[in-house]
């Protein structure tokens, strides 16, 4: 039962491009959404979150949109850098319980 | 993330030993999860609590798995009589209210 899921487990992007990185949830509980980023052999790193009563917002390069509606989140990365090769993960957190998605790999081309 | 302590780094333990797995949280963090990754998964939640209760284990296996995060000390995630398949890594996490936890390194566990 995978109440966050990510759909894509790998994407490649052109350096300075934009990255669009992708979320559904099921749970419509859910009153809060984090995106992290876990570089290998190390721990997940927090990027931005948004409250389920907002629809944006932004943090310099990142951006985090979510459509209630359609139970969806995307993590928005402009200009993409090759920093930001990683594996990134979409969370959701009801009840202070935190729930992770199995995470997107990006690769950034040079 | 570097706040959330986690030790040991990494674990050797042979099938049928104990594996012991520490969590320091930040400073002034009360609440403490621990999440599992296993080879090409994503981060599986395991237990969540807050101090001397467990708040939501339901991603804890029913057996040979136990969590605690006492008054005073880490929190600590016991596992007994370990098997090949708990070979993993173990994120801990803590956070002040709940939301935007911060995680440690992790403790890469292998069984042999």
């Known amino acids: 039962d995978q109440q966050v899921k990510q759909n894509s487990p790998s994407l490649s992007v052109q350096e300075g491009r934009i990255s669009i990185l992708n979320c559904d949830y099921t749970?419509?509980?859910?009153?809060?959404f984090l995106w992290y980023k876990k570089y290998p052999a190390e721990g997940p790193t927090f990027l931005i979150s948004?409250?389920?009563?907002?629809d944006k917002n932004e943090d310099g390069r990142f951006t985090v949109f979510l459509n209630k509606s359609a139970k969806h989140l995307s993590l928005h990365i402009v200009p993409s850098q090759p920093g930001d090769s990683a594996v990134y993960f979409c969370?959701?957190?009801?009840?202070?319980?935190?729930?992770f998605g199995k995470g997107t790999r990006l690769h950034i081309l040079p | 993330n570097a706040g959330v302590m986690q030790n040991p780094r990494h674990l050797v333990r042979r099938r049928g030993q104990e594996a012991r797995l520490r969590c320091s949280p930040m400073k002034g963090h009360s609440h403490v999860y621990w999440y599992r990754q296993l080879p090409e998964e994503g981060l599986k939640f395991m237990v969540y609590?807050?101090?001397?209760?467990?708040?939501?284990e339901s991603g804890m296996p029913k057996e040979r798995f136990s969590a605690e995060f006492p008054k005073e000390g880490p929190s600590i995630l016991r596992i007994q009589q370990v098997v090949r398949g708990d070979s993993a890594a173990y994120f801990c996490?803590?956070?002040?209210?709940?939301?935007?936890?911060?995680f440690g390194q992790g403790t890469r566990l292998t069984v042999v």
């Open positions: 969370a959701a957190s009801v009840d202070d319980k935190i729930i």
């Open positions: 749970n419509s509980m859910f009153d809060y």
């Open positions: 996490a803590s956070s002040a209210v709940g939301v935007s936890a911060f």
């Open positions: 609590l807050q101090k001397e209760n467990i708040i939501d």
């Open positions: 948004i409250s389920s009563i907002k």
